[in-house]
């Protein structure tokens, strides 16, 4: 059995958080664990409350399940402050597990999910051991400190985050404007591809990043090369917004049994690998 492990918050209302990951994990046949750094109080409406977990016993959580079960890949969600992003980090430092950092920072609703020197500790801890990043262009402009409004800046922004020593970073594209949806893999050797979707029209996304990051961690459990995980990860996620089920009276969540329900027909055009401008080239890309 392929086990995976989803280290982030607890979503009351069940669409994002490790809620989302763990129906992901079922859906794709991995047998899911988690570690939760925080519980929040929410619906389709909004974040109403947040209770942190002490750091410690979030340490505790990762290496009580890691010492037992052969984990193969972990993603790590909600990480709300720097001493629980240090506390994950210590407890991955000698596994050799592929780890997927999707590096939650806003909440649909507005609310803030990542406290502001977190991110320093994100950058300079946890993004060296990670195998995968997947920011979406708020996040990638946070991370990188470049503001993103042309394809020269995705480079520039990919190129930052690369010298923080993730090994790939796929910049989410939902936030750009136009009728497609792309979003742009970037690689530490200099390769890159993008992955084109129709754009849907619709306020049912709440947890799509959860929802694509642990259909990737679990892909990545179960064996699949890196591009292949990448580009059913984005098939899963594309069906589930496709094929939303209605719930609630805000942003509601993506649909999980879509994917399986429909044999993971989907169209996404996929680029051809090609390079990209090195960070050298931008001399002015800010890595603070």
């Known amino acids: ?60 959580q990762i290496e009580v399940v890691m010492k037992d079960m052969p984990v193969k890949a972990v993603k790590t969600g909600m990480l709300f402050s720097a001493e629980i992003i240090e506390a994950v980090t210590h407890s991955l430092r000698d596994k050799e597990t592929q780890l997927v950092v999707d590096p939650v920072m806003i909440a649909k609703g507005g609310a803030s999910l990542l406290q502001h020197e977190a991110v320093t ?9 990670a195998t995968v ?17 042309s394809p020269k800046d995705l480079e520039k922004a990919a190129n930052a985050m690369l010298a923080m020593g993730v090994s790939c970073v796929i910049i989410k594209g939902g936030h750009l404007e136009g009728k497609d949806a792309v979003d742009t893999v970037y690689f530490q050797d200099g390769s890159f591809f993008s992955m084109q979707t129709k754009r849907i029209s619709t306020v049912q996304t709440h947890g799509t990043g959860c929802t694509f990051s642990a259909a990737l961690t679990a892909f990545l459990a179960q064996g699949f090369s890196l591009k292949s995980a990448i580009i059913e990860a984005k098939k899963f996620v594309h069906l589930a917004i496709q094929h939303p089920l209605n ?42």
């Open 1 to 60: 059995m392929n086990i995976a492990m989803t280290i982030a918050g607890s979503d009351s209302g069940g669409g994002a958080g490790i809620q989302a990951d763990l129906k992901t994990f079922q859906e794709l046949g991995v047998f899911g664990t988690s570690a939760i750094t925080a519980l929040t109080a929410q619906n389709t409406l909004g974040v109403e409350g947040i209770f942190s977990a002490d750091p410690s016993f979030v340490q505790q």
């Open 121 to 129: 500790a994100l950058k300079k801890t946890l993004l060296p051991r």
């Open 247 to 288: 719930i609630g009276n805000g942003h509601g969540p993506t649909n999980h049994f879509a994917y399986k329900k429909l044999s993971g027909n989907c169209e996404v055009t996929i680029s051809e690998e090609r390079e990209f401008s090195s960070l050298s080239d931008y001399g002015h890309a800010k890595l603070h």
């Open 133 to 149: 990043l997947t920011p979406n262009i708020p996040e990638a402009e946070v991370i990188s400190g470049i503001e993103i409004k």
